[in-house]
């Protein structure tokens, strides 16, 4: 089941650890235990090749895996996280979630679920085939897929610019792939990392291919010169760079100036609410084929909720919500509360006269505050009579 893959295992009970990395090993994955959260820091800041995911414990000897994640995140993106604990509840799973952190899985747990739940939070991290789309099916999506395209058929550095978890490393796949140099390797380099020889390794490495700096808004002062440097004398290379358009208003002017010469901004998952119905099926595909009782699909009231939400954490929150979901839903059908638990949990349920009251208080108020208070002319806006008007006031308490 995860042959091949690389794995980093961030336990401090010795029992368990030593049970998730036999099995782990047993499946085909290269396991790396770690014990606690310090060195973990510095092992996936700076780790010795890709990974493919993270396993790690809430409570640690020196802080906690929450803690971990948040700090991993300040820089880039982190490999996506499946989190396992003693102590879970639905607020925690919502802010691991909202941060892109891909999963949650409370003790004790089934070994065969907890496999599931780790094959499908790698499947549904794995960039995009060659051939299938990017971003999405809406018109800003093909729009900045084409732009991409475009880009690939040129040599010159390219900018993708995007909040975190707008995909902006598929793109660079992406773009990779329509060039002239796919036949060579795609390699990626945190920029936020220390500069020197890690990235000139990343240079030699990506000879005759691209390589993908990512986090370029991170890089430190020395980093910042050193990529100036590199991009006066260009290496063998392609360059393309990844960076969120807040944190690229800090790098220095000049350098700034030469990377937005070629830049495509990616939208973000809020404005393309087709894309996020899109992403919530494909995600939903996969990981429904690995239940055991399949679903027998999505809610329209679910689509909806999906198309609604406002997706602070991007895609990475999407994929997060959707993997959990399907593992944890108990109906035939995938429903809006699987998505989002938290809504059962902190709004209390009420009738649809209560909703239509709080809906029509609103609109009279509105009404009101556009008519400078004069009821006859609320009345004409509502579309109403005035003495409707009066008798609603009185029965809401307005």
């Known amino acids: 089941m995860l042959t091949g893959r690389r794995l980093v295992l961030v336990e401090d009970d010795a029992l368990m650890g030593a049970s998730l990395v036999q099995r782990l090993e047993l499946e085909g994955a ?16 700076s780790p010795q090749g890709h990974i493919d995911a993270v396993v790690c414990d809430i409570a640690l000897p020196d802080g906690d895996g929450e803690a971990l994640f948040a700090e991993l995140s300040r820089t880039r993106p982190p490999r996506p996280f499946l989190f396992i604990t003693g102590r879970g509840s639905i607020a ?6 909202q941060a892109g952190a891909g999963d949650y899985i409370e003790k004790p747990f089934a070994m065969d679920q907890f496999l599931a739940r780790l094959v499908t939070l790698i499947a549904a991290a794995d960039p995009p085939g060659e051939g299938e789309a990017w971003l999405g099916v809406s018109d800003l999506a093909r729009r900045t897929e084409r732009r991409v395209a475009e880009a690939g058929a040129t040599e010159r550095p390219v900018l993708i610019s995007g909040e975190p978890g707008a995909g902006k490393g598929h793109l660079a796949r992406g773009l990779h792939n329509a060039s002239s140099r796919r036949l060579g390797p795609l390699v990626v380099h945190d920029a936020s990392r220390p500069s020197g020889s890690a990235l000139s390794d990343a240079i030699a490495e990506a000879a005759d291919g691209t390589l993908y700096i990512a986090a370029v808004d991170r890089l430190d002062p020395e ?66 084929a690995r239940r055991s009782a399949p679903l027998s699909g999505i809610t329209e009231a679910a689509s909806a909720a999906v198309r609604a939400h406002g997706w602070p954490g991007g ?74 008007l009066w008798e609603k006031m009185q029965r809401l308490g307005l």
């Not at 925690?92 to 979630?97: E, H």
């Not at 208080?361 to 579309?383: F, V, W």
Request: glycine share 6%.
């Open 92 to 97: 925690q799973a919502v802010r691991l979630i």
């Open 315 to 388: 895609g990475r929150e999407l994929r997060a919500r959707v993997i959990r979901a399907v593992d944890a839903a108990e109906g035939p059908w995938l429903q809006a509360t699987d998505l989002f638990p938290e809504r059962v949990a902190e709004a209390p349920w009420r009738t649809l006269a209560e909703v239509r009251d709080e809906a029509e208080r609103a609109q009279i108020l509105a009404a009101l505050d556009r008519s400078d208070g004069h009821p006859a002319t609320a009345a004409r806006l509502l579309g109403i009579s005035r003495t409707t």
């Open 30 to 45: 290269r396991v790396q235990w770690l014990r606690q959260a310090g060195r973990a820091l510095g092992a996936l800041r």
């Open 223 to 288: 980093g910042e010169m050193a990529l100036l440097e590199l991009l006066d004398t260009p290496p063998a290379c392609r360059l393309v760079f990844g960076g969120a358009p807040e944190g690229l208003e800090a790098v220095r002017p000049d350098l700034r100036d030469r990377l937005r010469r070629s830049e495509i901004t990616v939208p973000p998952l809020s404005a393309r609410p087709e894309d996020a119905d899109w992403l919530m099926q494909r995600l939903f595909a996969g990981a429904n």
